[in-house]
């Protein structure tokens, strides 16, 4: 088997035995960590289609994660209060409803927002894709309707038919799919002919437009469906604390999901899982003894950046072969 | 006369002060190899690149297959037909020979907004690419990076990945460069069958390659086209001798 597979196979391990802890030590914090971790995966994965398949170092995807936070926010709370959005338009409780609504209106923001930023590349695309970002962040906190700066709460957590999302487990296990569904999406896109022109367009686009296919379309629907998985796990996000604000939308955010793909390993299946795994248990394990927790989080960065450019599913399992 | 593939007319392009394409015309006809000659920097690689499309020209028209091209994507104009190599090899570095090669099979089945497929067990798609890099000399190396492919290989992936598209005419920029004399025959070999099923332009140094294959020879000098003739006009136009070929030739 191959190497990168049996790291794979340990991530799912460790995903599977941190609820298991919880349950046995009777931990369920343990819980809340796990469905941080798989949010955060969730949102990185969506980052690692532009960014690992494509080579687009968006440092603007905190506006994907903060729309799908203030897509589940606002439906909430208009069916909480039972006033329609628009009139005939009503507010929903409803997560896959939610997750629709997120997927789309992120993909619909990422087009213009990529398609401006695309004419560009290297670091003025990495300043663009950060200004529309900090554009979104100011209209968040300038806008009374929705809680300004203060943010938006909800009481209760939005509901999945047949399953009480009210209880950590299950919400858990609700994250834990849609980060498999997801993570199933991107191991098709790697091998599916549009992978192969993205990771094309990533390489060499003169290559890429010398055999006949557009790299500006190309990079524009990628720059959509990683936006539309950065959406969802937003939407998630919200879910958990049953609080969004523009937080959310803050460029940390969006530094944060590279910093979990440039650890895990850039355009690997498992880079994300990998690299927020690492993340949160510093957060969880350093950050009770010191605030400085992020300072440790920079070394090791640096040390990955100096000598391991594969990240950790680099070290373990060595570069990725394409067939 | 066949009606021209390719149709060139006027084209100018300065860099700054320097005039790179000084107003040239030329055609590509149905079944023939016109071969570009000239010295380093009279803009052949230039002019290949406008009639591909990754430099737009300042003037001139560009037709090709009947249809006005001059400000068509490059990735259309290979649509259309026209595919090019490059006179420095430009492959996909990380994807397998094969695998540069199935992009290009893809891109002509029109399926590169597929998501689901897998491209590894599309048979259409292995199988085409796999007959290019055959035609191409690259059957055993259908599995290696092409990062570590040596140069001569490379150039004979750029060939196979032209193929690859389904081209209606060839643009062929120094496709012997660097092979030496060896690689330099196998390839006249390869261009020669390959001379009944698609016309090329072809901008080359190695002067038996050229005349070995050419039905026709332009010279470019200063980015101008000084002469236009078969092989044996070439040879014995003064100003060429004078210009370009030196006085041994
Ligand atoms: N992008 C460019 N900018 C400025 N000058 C260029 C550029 N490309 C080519 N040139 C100049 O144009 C002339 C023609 O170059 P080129 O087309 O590469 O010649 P050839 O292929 O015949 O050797 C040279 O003098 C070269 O320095
Ligand atoms: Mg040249």
């Known amino acids: 088997m191959a190497r990168e597979t049996v790291f794979n196979g340990l991530m799912i391990l460790v995903l599977a035995a941190i609820p298991a802890a919880a349950l046995l030590f009777e931990e369920p914090f343990y819980l809340t960590l796990a469905t941080r971790l798989a949010i955060l995966a969730l949102a990185a994965v969506g980052l690692n289609v532009a960014l690992g398949l ?3 170092v968006s440092f603007g995807h905190a506006a994907f994660f903060g729309i799908g936070g203030y897509v589940a926010g606002i439906l909430a709370v208009h069916a909480f209060n ?8 009503p507010g929903t409780k409803s997560m896959p409803v939610i997750w629709v609504v997120s997927m789309l209106l992120a993909a619909l923001i990422a087009l213009p927002m990529g398609a401006i930023s695309l004419r560009t590349s290297g670091v003025y695309f990495i300043m663009i894709t950060l200004a529309f970002a900090q554009m979104i962040y100011y209209f968040a906190i300038s806008w009374p309707a929705y809680g300004g700066e203060d943010g938006l709460s909800f009481y209760v957590r939005n ?7 009210l209880q950590p487990l299950p919400f858990l296990l609700v994250c834990y799919g849609l980060l498999a569904a997801a993570l199933l999406f991107f191991w098709r896109l790697q091998h599916s002919p549009f992978g192969a022109a993205l990771q094309a367009a990533r390489q060499n686009d003169v290559r890429l437009a010398a055999v006949g296919i557009r790299p500006f379309k190309i990079r524009l629907t990628a720059f959509a469906l990683s936006a539309a998985i950065t959406g969802v796990a937003g939407a ?3 879910d958990l604390n049953r609080f969004v604000s523009p937080s959310m939308l803050s460029w940390h955010l969006s530094g944060e999901l590279i910093v979990l793909i440039i650890l895990g390993g850039v355009g690997r299946l498992f880079g994300p899982v990998a690299g927020a795994t690492v993340y949160v248990f510093l957060e969880y394990g350093l950050g009770g003894i010191t605030e400085r927790w992020q300072f440790f989080l920079g ?3 640096l040390g990955v950046v100096l000598f391991a450019r594969g990240g950790i599913i680099g070290l373990f399992a060595g570069r990725p072969r394409h067939g | 006369m066949a009606e021209p593939l390719l149709q060139l007319r006027g084209l100018k392009k300065s860099f700054g002060a320097l005039l790179a394409t000084d107003n040239v015309s030329l055609t590509l006809r149905p079944g023939e190899i016109h071969a570009l000659i000239g010295p380093n920097g009279a803009g052949k690689t230039t002019l290949i690149h406008q009639i591909a499309g990754t430099l737009q020209p300042d003037e001139g028209e560009l037709r ?5 091209i001059t400000s068509l994507h490059m990735a259309d104009r290979v649509q259309l037909g026209l595919a090019r190599t490059f006179q420095v090899s430009s492959v996909l570095p990380e994807f397998s020979a094969l695998r540069n090669v199935m992009l290009a099979v893809q891109a002509r089945q029109g399926t590169s907004f597929r998501f689901f497929a897998d491209v590894r067990r599309d048979a259409r798609l292995t199988d085409a690419a796999a007959e290019c890099l055959a035609r191409a000399g690259l059957d055993g190396r259908a599995a290696v990076p092409a990062a570590e492919l040596s140069h001569g290989e490379r150039r004979r992936l750029e060939i196979a990945i032209a193929l690859a598209t389904g081209p209606r005419a060839l643009l062929l920029d120094e496709p012997m460069a660097g092979l030496g004399p060896e690689g330099s025959k196998d390839l006249v070999v390869l261009l020669n069958a390959l001379r009944s099923e698609v016309p090329m332009l072809l901008v080359e140094h190695d002067m038996d390659a050229v005349f070995a294959l050419a039905d026709r020879i332009s010279v470019l000098v200063y980015g101008r086209v000084i002469a236009t003739g078969t092989a044996d006009e070439i040879r014995r136009h003064p100003e060429v001798r004078a210009a370009y070929l030196g006085d041994d030739a």
């Open chain 2, 64 to 68: 090709f297959a009947g249809q006005d």
């Open chain 1, 236 to 238: 998630l996000f919200a």
């Open chain 1, 299 to 301: 070394l090791i960065l």
């Open chain 1, 159 to 165: 509901g999945f038919p047949g399953v009480n999302t």
């Open chain 1, 54 to 56: 494509g080579g687009l």
């Open chain 1, 82 to 89: 039972m006033e329609p959005l628009l009139p005939g338009l």
